[in-house]
């Protein structure tokens, strides 16, 4: 069984590019989650999709911040534009059912760095 | 809110010796907590969660967690460490029944097992 995977794994952009990130969940996890880790400090939740919709965006930063999960099979996440604290590593997971004793489980993370 | 602390950023043992990573956490209700482990260019994997039961958690690779609610712990431990246990390990948790499913970490320790 595939694990998540996301693309790419790297990115290098200037302040003020836009940058997309794309997770592709276990086939069949109805949830998908993002998170960030900052340099040295703690995995920071992002958001939540069940399928195509939005459960809960509450640790989105701000609105450059946009994340779609169209038909509940992949999911994108774009920064535009990019700012310098937005850098950190970006992880996805994936679970799959809705109670809270699923774990998670997570992709790679793409390294952002914003220059 | 809830929250987590890894006390130790960095935890040293040499191979063959018991170790042991801190977590403590802060929850308003009963916990679900996670350890996951993060070996370097990796995605973090999933090491043992404790839900319910038995304090006293096993899960992958040797390790296991005791859970203590009078001390709102949950230390990561294994009777003998191998080199190859070296990497960055964190402690999560989730609220029962608080209709979300979202983790919150702690910043991580690294664990370095010298030969």
């Known amino acids: 069984e595939a694990g998540v995977t996301q693309f790419p794994s790297h990115s290098v952009i200037e302040k003020g590019q836009t940058v997309t990130l794309r997770c592709d969940p276990i086939?069949?996890?109805?949830?998908l989650y993002w998170y960030r880790r900052v340099m040295g400090k703690e995995i920071k939740f992002l958001l939540h999709?069940?399928?195509?919709?939005?459960?809960?965006e509450s640790g989105m930063p701000n609105n450059r911040f946009l994340a779609e999960r169209t038909g509940g099979t992949y999911s994108t996440l774009k920064v535009q534009p990019a700012e310098l604290e937005d850098s950190g590593v970006y992880f996805c997971a994936s679970s799959q059912g809705l109670t809270t004793t699923y774990e998670q489980y997570f992709g790679p993370g793409t390294r952002l760095t914003v220059t | 809110a809830q929250s987590v602390a890894q006390p130790e950023d960095q935890v040293n043992v040499a191979e063959g010796n018991p170790l042991t990573v801190k977590c403590t956490y802060s929850v308003s209700g009963n916990p679900y907590l996670f350890w996951y482990v993060q070996y370097p260019n990796r995605g973090l994997q999933f090491l043992l969660k404790y839900i319910t039961g038995d304090n006293l958690v096993k899960g992958s690779y040797g390790f296991e967690a005791e859970f203590n609610k009078s001390q709102t712990s949950f230390h990561l431990k294994k009777p003998s460490a191998l080199v190859s246990d070296s990497a960055l390990y964190f402690c999560?948790?989730?609220?029962?029944?608080?209709?979300?499913?979202?983790?919150?970490f702690g910043k991580g320790t690294m664990l370095l097992v010298s030969p």
């Open positions: 999709f069940v399928k195509e919709s939005k459960q809960d």
């Open positions: 086939s069949g996890h109805d949830n």
């Open positions: 999560a948790v989730r609220v029962k029944g608080s209709g979300y499913s979202t983790l919150t």
